[in-house]
């Protein structure tokens, strides 16, 4: 069984900036993809970004990519998300996910964190 805790999330005006972690227990962190994706009321869980095992490969969703960055430090079991440019849309609970054998757009395994509310003001 893997457990996956998220923190860092909060409140944060247009164009600010938050980073998300991730903290993966239970096994081998190392050896899958992981990912983020949020949900914002109303609305489906949608994908936002993932990472191959290695952290060499990455991928993001259009409406993120060049403003949030996603990171992983296999010898810590965290993985990371910067987020920068924050915009109002940005608005929902974002969720770790793990699990998955290889890293692609809209990859997910079957882990999911509690996740974290990320508020961001106009």
């Known amino acids: 069984q893997v457990q996956l805790v998220e923190s860092g999330g909060g409140l944060v005006q247009a164009g600010g900036s938050l980073r998300l972690s991730c903290v993966a227990s239970g096994r081998t962190f190392s050896s899958y993809a992981m990912g983020w994706f949020r949900q914002a009321p109303g609305k489906e869980r949608e994908f936002v970004a993932a990472i191959s095992w290695s952290g060499t490969l990455t991928y993001y969703t259009d409406s993120v990519n060049g403003r949030f960055t996603i990171s992983r430090d296999n010898a810590k079991n965290t993985m990371y998300l910067q987020m920068n440019s924050l915009k109002p849309e940005d608005t929902a609970v974002y969720y770790c996910?793990?699990?998955?054998?290889?890293?692609?757009?809209?990859?997910?395994?079957?882990?999911w964190g509690q996740g974290t509310q990320v508020t961001v003001s106009s």
């Open positions: 996910n793990g699990g998955a054998n290889v890293a692609a757009r809209g990859s997910r395994g079957p882990y």
